[in-house]
């Protein structure tokens, strides 16, 4: 799960400057001897995304926000405008050492965290895993679906593979999800969710 706070954010930087954990988070990631290893981590910016990401871009780390095509009424007329997929969630890939400090110089930056045991920790994403999301996510296009961790029960699913199309070799699990009319191709990203969209029939087999 997915978790932002800011009272939890202010813990890990006093701690950080005492070199002492505090209680319930997990502090490995300031402590681990690769705090120059360049990693995906997730972060969050309340409806500041892209000033955030511009933020990491100007000190040359790279970040990526999968946006969606939505329609809003403005001034009693619909227009289209894009928003990210994941409300106040983008990613950056850089040294935690880097990381840390451009989001220590912007308060409205903040990590997000995953519950780990009684406490919690940096959520860092592993590359393989970030990058089929990137790749499954620019896939779908405008034809997507985010779900949170645990937001849907993949057991009660098939399990598929695609056959064809741009999606031809992916595995994952074809289920009646929340929000859509016909069952969906579900990728399950472990740590971040999972992505749904609709694939034609012709392109699925069902694995045993």
């Not at 996510?137 to 679906?145: F, P, R």
């Not at 994952?172 to 399950?188: N, S």
Request: with cysteine.
């Amino acid at each position: 799960m997915m978790t932002s706070q800011n009272t939890i954010d202010n813990e890990i930087d006093k701690a950080q400057e005492s070199e002492v954990a505090p209680a319930g988070i997990d502090n490995s990631t300031a402590a681990n001897s690769n705090i120059n290893e360049p990693k995906w981590f997730a972060m969050k910016a309340a409806r500041k995304e892209s000033v955030a990401m511009e933020k990491f871009n100007k000190h040359g780390i790279k970040t990526y926000c999968p946006m969606i095509k939505t329609d809003i009424k403005s001034h009693g007329k619909k227009i289209i405008i894009e928003r990210p997929l994941i409300t106040n969630t983008f990613f950056v890939y850089g040294s935690y050492l880097a990381i840390n400090k451009i989001k220590n110089e912007n308060v409205f930056i903040t990590y997000c965290y995953r519950k780990e045991g009684k406490g919690y920790k940096i959520l860092e994403i592993p590359t393989r895993e970030m990058e089929m999301f990137i790749s499954s996510s620019e896939k779908m296009n405008d034809d997507i679906t985010y779900y949170k961790p645990g937001e849907v029960e993949l057991s009660k699913g098939d399990r598929v593979r695609i056959i064809g199309g741009i999606f031809d070799g992916y595995e994952g699990t074809l289920l009646k999800a929340k929000g859509r009319a016909k069952r969906i191709f579900l990728i399950d990203f472990n740590l971040l969710g999972s992505l749904g969209t609709h694939i034609e029939p012709e392109y699925i087999q069902i694995l045993k």
